[in-house]
């Protein structure tokens, strides 16, 4: 792995950060395994290094024939390496197909998202896109699709049905009950003049929305037993994505929708 075998009597505080990884790796084909589990094998290494670890990663597949699953954040580093490609949320498979497939052709709005976020160099500068909200809580995670709280597509099905990780295209499989939709390019349901948008939380604010609504109903689900008490401000303009900041006063918040009109 490109250690002088010399260093093999060294203290782990004698290498740095990059020969600590290479020694894992070391270890892990000592015994000349046919599956390779590579969980984030370049976290916390500088770009040189990381380079240089992914260089030796792909050597290695390509002289030993050892198979490498590899689990990382980095969408960059996922393409560079990988055949197939299995994107998870929540600990559920939501899209799984060919690398080219799952980046050029992306189905599901959680992929969607993320490779929204990515910058890419060969591209007009642009403002990156974000995902708004924040992973559920897995002890109790949401009913139905666990992306349905920071989904733009999202609607009551999403919330009373979990989605299936269907074949959509050969070999090209995606777990979202709007994928038909995201195929034909039509605009996200809650991406424009009108949406739902399911939250939790006492104080939030929705995620900026295109055009300008002129009417916010929020109401409870049957779940929730207190009144609610809303106030509403709605900042709108001809052409800017309008903001919409609600704060609920209740005792016992439940589950509340916001349709926004």
């Given at each position: 792995v490109g250690i002088d075998p010399s260093r093999a009597?060294?203290?782990p505080h004698e290498f740095s950060?990059?020969?600590?990884?290479?020694a894992m790796i070391a270890m892990s084909l000592a015994l000349d395994p046919s599956l390779l589990i590579?969980?984030?094998?370049?976290?916390?290494l500088d770009v040189i290094v990381q380079a240089g670890i992914v260089r030796l990663l792909l050597d290695l597949r390509r002289k030993t024939g050892t198979a490498i699953i590899l689990i990382s954040h980095d969408l960059a580093l996922v393409g560079q390496m990988s055949e197939r490609v299995c994107i998870m949320y929540a600990g559920k498979f939501v899209e799984v197909g060919t690398s080219a497939d799952v980046y050029k052709k992306s189905l599901?709005?959680?992929?969607?998202?993320?490779?929204?976020?990515?910058?890419?160099?060969?591209?007009?500068?642009?403002?990156?896109?974000?995902?708004?909200g924040s992973p559920p809580d897995l002890l109790a995670p949401p009913?139905?699709?666990?992306?349905?709280?920071?989904?733009a597509y999202a609607q009551d099905l999403c919330a009373s049905r979990e989605p299936p990780l269907e074949e959509v295209l050969p070999?090209?499989?995606?777990?979202?009950?709007?994928?038909?939709d995201i195929k034909d390019g039509k605009a996200p349901k809650r991406g424009g003049m009108g949406g739902r948008c399911f939250m939790s939380d006492r104080d939030w604010t929705l995620p900026r929305m295109g055009g300008s609504p002129d009417a916010v109903a929020v109401t409870a689900t049957p779940s929730a037993t207190a009144t609610i008490a809303t106030t509403a401000t709605i900042a709108t303009t001809a052409t800017i994505a309008t903001t919409i900041a609600t704060?609920?006063?209740?005792?016992?918040?439940?589950?509340?929708?916001l349709d926004v009109q």
């Open positions: 009597d060294h203290y950060g990059g020969m600590k990884q290479r590579a969980d984030e094998p370049t976290t916390a599901h709005p959680y992929t969607l998202g993320l490779v929204g976020a990515f910058a890419d160099i060969r591209k007009p500068k642009e403002k990156l896109v974000s995902i708004p009913s139905g699709c666990r992306f349905r709280t920071r989904c070999t090209h499989f995606v777990a979202c009950h709007f994928w038909k704060t609920i006063a209740t005792d016992d918040l439940g589950e509340v929708i």
